[in-house]
């Protein structure tokens, strides 16, 4: 694989239970293997200041004002940004990232019902402008995202156990995410491809890599998987 002499800002997006963090692995596995240089980042989190916010975002027991629980994440986002995506780009590193502003549309404007303009703004100036190369959206029907989470942890954290109608309200605003219309009205997201996250992880790591391929040919050979994994987090 040819390294890139910028580098490039890869999201993985979904729900909860859709998968995006044992998809992020299985890609930075392939990268590994072929020794390109890239790093792995999560929002919230991703330097000492994402790491509490994250910490006090997930606790069940905090109190925290949707206005409130948005600006959190901006914070830690601007800090993300300056301290560890830009420096990699800047390297020419790949970076693959676990969360980024989508889930904010989803969770804090779909979940939430922030208003869109004030999130679009705040958003600008934590990212400073920065848009992902491509998100790849993992598709996965909201119930069965919430039993795979449940049977992953012994306890929800604060944002799983909002309860089904939110979640049914942040599985709506993704599933309009992947329409080339909101797409178009949303360049700050950049290109988004839907990926289907039904199935074991393996074969889902295989539409993963086609769709990174068909984007990128000469640096994303399709690498079939053939790991069994039934399910996915």
């Not at 963090?21 to 890609?27: A, D, I, K, P, V």
């Not at 000469?218 to 079939?224: E, G, K, L, Q, R």
Request: with cysteine.
């Amino acid at each position: 694989m040819t390294r890139p002499t910028r580098g490039l800002l890869i999201v993985f997006e979904g729900g909860e239970g859709a998968g995006k963090s044992t998809q992020l692995r299985h890609f930075a596995a392939m990268l590994e293997s072929q020794r390109v240089p890239h790093v792995c980042l999560r929002e919230p989190g991703g330097t000492p200041l994402g790491t509490e916010v994250r910490r006090i975002l997930l606790d069940r027991g905090s109190d925290i004002e949707p206005r409130a629980e948005a600006l959190l994440f901006m914070a830690s986002r601007a800090q993300l940004v300056e301290r560890g995506i830009r420096p990699a780009l800047a390297r020419g590193e790949i970076v693959l990232l676990d969360r980024f502003f989508l889930s904010t549309y989803a969770y804090q404007m779909g979940g939430h019902g922030l208003p869109e303009s004030d999130v679009r703004s705040a958003n600008e100036f934590a990212t400073g402008g920065l848009v992902p190369d491509l998100t790849v959206l993992l598709t996965f029907p909201f119930a069965d995202g919430l039993a795979r989470a449940a049977r992953r942890d012994v306890v929800h954290d604060r944002m799983e156990a909002m309860g089904d109608m939110f979640h049914e309200r942040v599985s709506a605003a993704f599933q309009d995410f992947s329409r080339p219309e909101w797409q178009r009205a949303h360049p700050e997201c950049g290109p988004i491809v839907a990926v289907d996250a039904l199935g074991a992880a393996g074969e889902v790591s295989v539409r993963v890599t086609t769709a990174l391929a068909a984007r990128w040919p000469t640096d994303f050979p399709s690498v079939p998987w053939t790991s069994g994994d039934a399910d996915a987090t």
